[in-house]
């Protein structure tokens, strides 16, 4: 009997394994990127909502903050304030939209879309003003917490 002392190459059954292991890892990988690319996405769009929220918050209270006198809110949905540098701005909740975005607009641009409330309260009795905003969250990272509404609200004491 004859026995091959050079055996150069793999086998069958190694090509076979091989195979094997990578069919069973190639899912798993790209099962992991995504799902991390649509978590990063869904974060991504939350934060930048946050951010607007916030912005808008920061606007109408410093206008409040520097001129408290010139505030004037004749709807709960409607507030002007005049800015330290003078000029007017009027923030707004505009439900009229046709594809049904509620938006809150300021001086008839849109800053804030999906809300589904813009609340200003004004209490004469403790000098302070109220805002509220229920931002209708669509990229939720659970299933259950999408069409969720999130909270955002301050109050301005005026000193």
Do not use: H, W
């Amino acid at each position: 009997m004859r026995t091959l002392k050079n055996q150069n190459g793999i086998s069958l059954f190694e090509v076979l394994a091989t195979i094997t292991i990578i069919a069973i890892i190639t899912p798993i990988i790209f099962g992991v990127v995504t799902s991390g690319q649509t978590e990063y996405n869904n974060q991504f769009g939350n934060n930048q909502q946050l951010s607007k929220i916030t912005f808008t918050m920061n606007a109408i209270t410093r206008g409040i903050r520097c001129n408290p006198d010139l505030v004037e809110s004749n709807s709960p949905d409607y507030i002007q304030v005049v800015q330290c540098d003078t000029s007017v701005e009027k923030y707004q909740f505009d439900d009229s939209d046709i594809n049904n975005k509620k938006l809150i607009l300021n001086n008839s641009s849109t800053l804030l879309e999906n809300i589904n409330l813009f609340e200003i309260a004004l209490d004469t009795t403790n000098e302070s003003i109220k805002v509220t905003i229920l931002y209708l969250d669509d990229r939720g990272s659970n299933k259950k917490d999408r069409g969720s509404n999130k909270k955002y609200e301050t109050t301005i004491i005026i000193r």
